[in-house]
C-alpha cells in the first residue's frame, strides 16, 4: 500500500522561503510511470495544483508559481520536495504531495501526468 | 487560467441522484480525456473518485458515475447514501504551458 506523508515547518516568515518534504513508503519514486505531485489548498478554498517531478528528474510547474517553485526528489531517502520562495500570506494553505498515476504523451510530444492523484498524504497547514 | 467552474452547491435526499457539473474550455476539459474527480470530507485529504472521464479506481462504489459532452465534464452520484456529504472537485488537464487545472468546488449536501 502506497503512503505519503508531509513534513516541514508549519509557519514560515513573510519573504522567506517554505520548504516540505514528503516522504514516500511502498513504492519506488525512481520508477517510470508516475508523477511526485504537490497541490494546496487554501483555506476555505478550492485546490491548486503547483507541479509535479518524475523519476528521471523532468519537472512541470504550475506557470503562477513557476519563478518561486522548485520540486526536487532524493530516491534513495525515497523523499521529493518543495521549495517555495518569496512567500506572502497568500501562500497560506494546506499543502498536500499526491502521486499522479497517469502518464501519457500530450498533443505537444510532452510525456505528461493529467492529473489522476492516488493517494494524497494527510496534508499540512503552512502558515505565513 | 481560470479554475473550471463547478455549482457552489448542489443537495439531493438518500436514495436520489445528483449530477454535479464542470465547464471549462476547448483548452482543458473539451480538449482532453483527462478529467478526474475527488471527493474531500471535512479535515480530510481529497479521494481519486473518477479518471478518465469515467472510469472508477477500486474500492469506489458503482453508485459513482462519469461522463464528458464538449467542454462540459459531469459526475452523477446515483443512490445517495449520508456519506456522499462533502465537497466535490473535477480536475483536467489543460496543457503543456498549464498543467493541470481543478475546479472551484462543489459542496453536497445529503438532507
Known amino acids: 500500500q502506497v503512503q505519503l506523508q508531509e513534513s516541514g515547518p508549519g509557519l514560515v516568515k513573510t519573504s522567506q522561503t517554505l520548504s516540505l518534504t514528503c516522504t514516500v513508503s511502498?513504492?519506488?519514486?525512481?520508477?517510470?510511470?508516475?508523477?511526485w505531485s504537490w497541490i494546496r489548498q487554501h483555506p476555505g478554498k478550492g485546490l491548486e495544483w503547483i507541479g509535479y517531478?518524475?523519476?528521471?528528474?523532468?519537472?512541470f510547474y504550475n506557470p503562477s508559481l513557476k519563478s518561486r517553485v522548485t520540486i526536487s526528489s532524493d530516491t534513495s531517502k525515497k523523499q521529493f520536495s518543495l521549495k517555495l520562495n518569496s512567500v506572502t500570506a497568500a501562500d497560506t494553505a494546506v499543502y498536500y504531495c499526491?502521486?499522479?498515476?497517469?502518464?501519457?504523451?500530450?498533443?505537444?510530444?510532452?510525456?505528461?501526468?493529467?492529473?489522476?492523484?492516488?493517494?494524497w498524504g494527510q496534508g499540512t497547514l503552512v502558515s505565513v | 487560467q481560470s479554475a473550471l467552474t463547478q455549482p457552489r452547491s448542489v443537495s439531493g435526499s438518500p436514495g436520489q441522484s445528483v449530477t454535479i457539473s464542470c465547464t471549462g474550455t476547448?483548452?482543458?476539459?473539451?480538449?482532453?480525456?483527462?478529467v478526474s474527480w475527488y471527493q474531500q470530507h471535512p479535515g480530510k485529504a481529497p479521494k481519486l473518485t473518477i479518471y478518465?472521464?469515467?472510469k472508477r479506481p477500486s474500492g469506489v462504489p458503482d453508485r459513482f458515475s462519469g461522463s464528458k459532452s464538449g467542454n462540459t465534464a459531469s459526475l452523477t452520484i446515483s443512490g445517495l447514501q449520508a456519506e456522499d456529504e462533502g465537497d466535490y472537485y473535477c480536475?483536467?488537464?489543460?496543457?503543456?504551458?498549464?498543467?493541470?487545472?481543478f475546479g472551484g468546488g462543489t459542496k453536497l449536501t445529503v438532507l
Open positions: 480536475c483536467s488537464y489543460a496543457g503543456s504551458y498549464t498543467g493541470v487545472l
Open positions: 476547448s483548452s482543458d476539459v473539451g480538449g482532453y480525456k483527462y
Open positions: 478518465d472521464v469515467s
Open positions: 511502498g513504492a519506488s519514486i525512481g520508477r517510470a510511470g508516475y508523477y
Open positions: 517531478i518524475y523519476y528521471n528528474g523532468d519537472t
Open positions: 499526491a502521486r499522479d498515476t497517469s502518464n501519457y504523451y500530450d498533443p505537444s510530444g510532452h510525456l505528461r501526468g493529467m492529473g489522476w492523484f492516488d493517494p
